[in-house]
């Protein structure tokens, strides 16, 4: 299974060039096309990007390609979690969406393996952007059977969020190290302040997956974290229980309403001040109002062990297309352009702009947020895309229950992680 395994060299190496980055929504009139392999009609493209300003610059993007004049597509919108349970049976159903949003590396290689995927061989061969991208995200759109699977078009990165004004009413600064943070807690707490917002209610559950997947790569390094996500480890080892022995280190300073709400109502928390700060991924700026985005700052997940070198998360989106499609050609020519400088800065300017795009000659938003972003990112030791990308869309729901029931009961942790090895045995089929 291929999994996002670049050291930070090979992950940025042409990738430090570097500048995601329901109802029915977008439509754009269809027209016909002629090609092997294709029919008439607009492309159909299923896109998880719900969020206001996400799904904003998802409709500009579609506009803009329709206004291309030569194919169409058609967007339909869809929340992200009824997105993941459903993406299998778009995929094998008998008139499937012809394109998705989604993620590169072991997830696409998963759908991949099972004839499910367009081979986009012809678009990566005969894109003058494409060839332009880095040998690193190359590897991750390519699946096991050596065929190129995946369009990207943009990355991001984890931190924890706060509010600048906040802090600085707080008389509190960055912690670099895990006291220090426990320290930063501490004060907030007694200002009355829920130190550690979360947000896994609702449909968002793997939100908490950031927290397990952070304190696995500072304690026990990105190795061991994508080995324990193929299955070369067991959930219920030593290792794993000292992640969750850090863990209930900081229980006592989460918002005990984090298990209740989506992270969309606990971004509202934090940008009220109700909530200090936050470990989430730069889409939920996307759930934010614009004006509040220069108020917005971030900083690195704090230092456990100075032994393990520092990765970080900076997770790779983009797009790939359905082995069914019945519309070959537009589908080729509509990844293609979102290959493209000019259709990642369409979304880019009309979504929070807090992504970053995978074209080496596209313009960010160049914020000071984003600049530190990359900086981030350039400065890792290595890069890990999130537990479900380093794993499998089908090991996310047992991530859902097993730290769900660990935030509930932390008490019964040995039999959380029983179980939690026992549900991902019968998924990896051990």
Known sequence: MIT????????????????????MSGCVT?????????????????????????????????????????????????AAETFRTQLPTYLTSGNPPDVYTWYPGSVADAYASKNLLLDLGDVWRHSPDLAKYSD??????????????????????WGMFYRKSNFAKWGVKEPKTWDDFLGVCDTLKSKGV????????????????????YL?????????????????????????????????????????????????????KLLQGKTGMMLIGT??????????????????????????????????????????????????????YLATAEAQEIYLKNSSGTALPTHPDAADSGTALVKKGRKLVEGAADVTQFFNRDSSDALQPSADNALTKFLDEPRQLSSVLTAWQRDAEKIWGK
């Open 30 to 78: 269809s027209t016909s096309s002629s090609g092997k392999g294709s029919s008439g009609g607009a492309v159909t493209l299923q896109s998880n990007l719900s969020a206001p300003q996400a799904k904003t610059a998802m409709e500009k993007l579609v506009a803009a390609y329709g206004r291309s004049g030569k194919h169409t597509a058609s967007l339909n919108t869809v």
């Open 194 to 213: 829920a130190p550690i917002g979360n947000g896994m209610g609702g449909n968002t559950a793997w939100i908490g997956s950031g927290w397990f997947d």
């Open 283 to 336: 889409f939920f700026a996307d759930s934010a109002p614009k004006d509040a985005l220069d108020d917005i700052d971030f900083f690195r997940f704090p230092v456990i062990d100075p032994k393990v070198p520092l990765a970080e998360e900076a997770p790779t989106d983009g797009y790939f297309a359905s082995a069914h499609t019945h519309r070959r050609a537009p589908v080729e020519d509509f990844l293609a």
């Open 136 to 157: 690193a995200l190359k590897k991750l759109c390519t699946s096991r059977a050596g065929k190129k699977v995946f369009v990207p078009t943009s990355y991001y990165w």
């Open 216 to 268: 696995d790569i500072r304690i026990n390094g990105a190795a061991y974290h994508r080995d324990l996500l193929a299955g070369r480890h067991r959930f219920d080892d030593p290792e794993v229980r000292k992640v969750f022995d850090r863990w209930k280190e900081a229980l006592p300073y989460f918002d005990p309403d984090g298990t209740a709400i989506p992270f969309q109502d606990a971004t509202t």
């Open 4 to 23: 996002s395994d670049p050291s930070r060299r090979r992950f940025l190496a042409g990738l430090g060039a570097l500048g995601t980055a329901g109802l």
